[in-house]
């Protein structure tokens, strides 16, 4: 990112390594190549190296990019007078102080710049002070801080002091011979090796001038004046972190503004508003997901699908550069399927609504995504079927079954009945049929669901109650499908298979009263009773476990038990689930 390639650069830069910190600008630049800062950077990284025709070209695109900023024109200067352009480095210096007339750097910069203009028609000063040109413009400050020796003094106000006195007068070089810190910053400056012996004052020579006093006198006349507060180093200057942070804040905090602004639009269904704010808000800032998810929900209001799609991809891309909150994320993902739901028109439409629901749950399991899932899929689900309805085709479908069914395919017959229901859902004549072929096949359960099916579907077709109460005999639940035959007989009284039928279960019925059954089908009643909820129910049933007590040990009890309908129906349950026996 941007930002960690700058912060490299930014530390390079502060130790001295000014090849690495171009590198790491250069780098930032390809990644957010309208950051006027991350020029303005690498302009300071190309001038502490002398190479000023390439700070220069970064200080013009630092301008460019924020005419404004007074930082751009202390660049600007810099290349300028690095070039030897003088009139050109006063110009970008003036302007820089029409935007901030108190910016110090800039004020250097113009002295700077203006002595040395001066100074291409009076050479003989430069005779004069034969050492003034090591202490002029800022190639001094950069040199003191690209070598390693003489960077830590930076941090000392006093040594910045001595050295500010002689870069403005570098006949003050006299007054701090005896420091041994300037000495070593001359030698940096002139490129050569001073050595000082043990106990050995530095024998240096004198610079002085025709209108110079004499050192001691200048020397007195310097210990008299009080000391003065140390003034801000000059350039190089350092990267500006903090008035870039400051920029940033108020930045985020204005993008905020426009934000919630953009909020109460919204609440007004004011939706042209709303994305004018939070189109703002994204300009001042770019690492909040927050503004183009408010912008995709307005635009998901207004029915600008695509618009709103756009910005929920936007969002997720941007958030997972951020490492942004993966509920962020999960909501962009959200809202974006809620878009594409918008749009779809057939079945095949919800295949990515619903993969686009999965992804935002596999961010973060919110029950709005999961409840918009289950919409998504069941509606892909009814348009299906919709799209594969055919009555036609279906009934077609339920012949070829009938025909197998006759020839005993039953695996075949049930193939054809199950594409008839898929043509045609709702037809209760084929789910009757596929019940009798899963009858046939001793599929009791999936019969039985059939035969409800299609009572459900037509209460009035008897032939669901035939079905379903054989599935019920053939299971043994003799009372349940006496129930079923009685139900069907509602419907049609005179219906012979309901008719037969009720005579199959009162036989079975009775047959299990008197005791009539091996012991291995009297056991295999029970057990299949004893997992029957209605069963369980009547067992757990304090009155009617008393009632059991009484048939067996209070005769005159269990007398009165019989004249109560609702427990005899349930003792003739347990009597034909085996459980109870009447001797």
Not at 108 to 132: H, Q, T, V, Y
Not at 187 to 204: A, H, Q, Y
Not at 323 to 346: E, V, W
Request: glycine fraction near 6%; aromatic fraction near 8%.
């Amino acid at each position: 990112m941007a930002d960690e390639a700058k912060a490299k650069g930014n530390a390079a830069f502060s130790s001295g390594d000014f090849a690495t910190a171009i590198r790491h600008f250069s780098e930032a630049i390809d990644l957010s190549p309208n950051n006027h800062v991350l020029y303005s950077n690498r302009s300071a990284a190309y001038a502490s190296l002398q190479k000023y025709s390439d700070a220069l070209t970064d200080a013009k695109k630092t301008v460019e990019l924020k005419p404004d900023w007074s930082k751009g024109y202390s660049r600007l200067g810099a290349a300028h007078l690095g070039l030897s352009q003088f009139d050109d480095a006063v110009s970008a210096y003036k302007k820089g102080l029409e935007i901030d007339p108190n910016n110090e750097p800039l004020k250097s910069g113009l002295a700077d710049a203006k002595k040395a203009s001066a100074a291409r028609f009076s050479r003989g000063s430069a005779l004069a002070n034969p050492f003034g040109d090591a202490f002029s413009g800022p190639e001094m400050w950069a040199k003191l801080t690209a070598d390693p020796g003489t960077r830590v003094y930076l941090q000392q106000p006093d040594f910045v002091k001595m050295m500010q006195d002689i870069q403005k007068d570098p006949n003050n070089l006299n007054l701090y011979l005896k420091d041994q810190r300037v000495m070593q910053a001359f030698g940096v400056l002139l490129n050569v090796k001073i050595n000082k012996g043990p106990g050995d004052d530095v024998d240096m020579p004198d610079i002085s001038s025709p209108s110079s006093s004499s050192s001691s006198e200048r020397k007195r006349a310097a210990e008299a004046e009080p000391p003065k507060q140390p003034e801000p180093e000059p350039e190089p200057e350092p990267m500006e972190l903090a008035d870039e942070e400051k920029e940033k804040k108020h930045r985020k905090a204005e993008a905020q503004k426009e934000k919630e602004a953009g909020n109460a639009a919204y609440k007004k269904k004011d939706f042209d508003t709303a994305i004018q704010h939070y189109s703002k808000a994204l300009e001042l800032d770019d690492e909040d997901v927050s503004f183009l998810t408010n912008r995709a929900a307005v635009y998901l209001e207004m029915g600008k699908y695509e618009d709103c799609i756009k910005d929920c991809d936007k969002a997720v891309e941007r958030g997972r550069e951020l490492r942004s909150d993966y509920k962020m994320i999960a909501r962009a993902l959200t809202r974006k399927g809620t878009a594409m739901g918008k749009t779809a028109k057939c079945s095949k439409d919800y295949e990515p609504v619903i993969e686009t629901y999965q992804k935002a749950l596999t961010e973060h399991r919110n029950p709005d995504t999961l409840k918009k899932l289950n919409e998504a899929e069941k509606a892909k689900k009814e348009l299906e079927q919709q799209e594969y309805y055919d009555p036609e085709l279906a009934d077609k479908e339920r012949e070829k079954g009938n025909d197998y069914f006759k020839q005993q395919k039953y695996p075949e017959a049930i193939k054809h009945y199950t594409e008839s229901l898929k043509r045609n859902p709702k037809d209760p004549k084929a789910y009757s049929n596929r019940a009798a072929c899963y009858t046939k096949l001793g599929a009791m359960p999936e019969g039985l669901k059939d035969a409800e099916k299609c009572i459900e579907l037509d209460p009035t077709f008897t032939k669901g109650y035939t079905r379903k109460g054989a599935v019920q005999f053939f299971m043994k639940e003799y009372e349940k499908a006496l129930e079923t035959y009685r139900e069907g007989l509602k419907h049609d009284p005179n219906n012979q298979e309901l008719l037969d039928g009720i005579g199959r279960c009162v036989q079975q019925i009775n047959r299990t009263s008197r005791g009539d059954v091996t012991p291995e089908e009297l056991k295999e009643r029970q057990a299949k009773a004893m997992s029957d909820p209605e069963i369980q129910n009547i067992l757990q049933d304090p009155v009617m476990r008393q009632v059991l007590v009484d048939f067996q040990e209070n005769p005159k009890a269990a007398q009165e038990h019989t004249k109560n309908p609702g427990v005899m129906d349930k003792i003739q349950k347990l009597i034909s689930a085996g459980i109870v026996q009447m001797k």
